[in-house]
């Protein structure tokens, strides 16, 4: 009750203690709280309220590098999938945390998971029996170290010739590793015949080489001479390498 203006001062103490009594105290819930949280419900009971942290999105810290997913751990619960690597494909694996994992395609076993090819028609000449570059590469990344890689190559060559017999050597270099040889000089050989005349022609090399890497890698091929006083390629037409991955 309020004390009104007609009521007695000795009455004006009891008026106020009555009125600081009814005074519904139920709103002490709201006291309190932290900076970004938000007044939730704390039951079905009238006024009774909590602070709680905002749960309608999930933080940006969650993430910590390019590529990461985010992934449920248990009900309401978010978690982290971090990115897996090239080639691999997002799988259902109910033994893993959020249950799923990266991993490396099934099946994928004899399939060309990619080509590179390069041509060249810019001559170059080597003459002498120490292999040099040919002008003929290129590179290629596999996806997965367990793939192969098929190499095909088509080599222009013109010979002029200053003795009676007279060849070539070829081979084919995966970065500085020689993985093709073949032939008496351990490359090979690639004779004209025995007459003392000039000659045009091609050699095709198809070889099957295991880089168990995933990073770039450069082919090419080198050339020599034997017995001749050069050998110029791509006089002939233009040369060709291509690169195939196949996946394990």
Sequence with gaps: AVPTSTDLVKDGAVAIETLGDAIDASLVDLKGGTTGQVLAKASGTDMDFSWVTDATGIPATIFDAKGDIIAATAADTASRLAVGTNGQILTADSTAATGLKWATPAGGGGKVLQVVTATTSTSTSTNTSTPADTG?????????????????????????????????????????????????????????????????????????????????????????????????????????????????
């Design 136 to 248: 003929l590469t290129a590179t290629i990344t596999p996806t997965a170290s367990t793939s192969k890689i098929l190499v095909l190559v088509s080599q222009g060559h013109y010979f002029n010739k200053n003795a009676a017999q007279a060849a070539a050597g070829l081979r084919i270099m995966r970065d500085s590793t020689q993985i093709w040889t073949v032939g008496t000089y351990g490359w090979a050989n690639i004779s004209v015949g025995a007459s003392n005349t000039d000659g045009r022609s091609f050699s095709s090399v198809i070889y099957l080489d295991s880089p168990a890497t995933t990073s770039a890698t450069i082919y090419k091929t080198q050339g020599s001479t034997f017995n001749t006083t050069s050998v110029t390629w791509q006089e002939s037409g233009p040369s060709m390498i291509t690169l195939m991955e196949i996946g394990a």
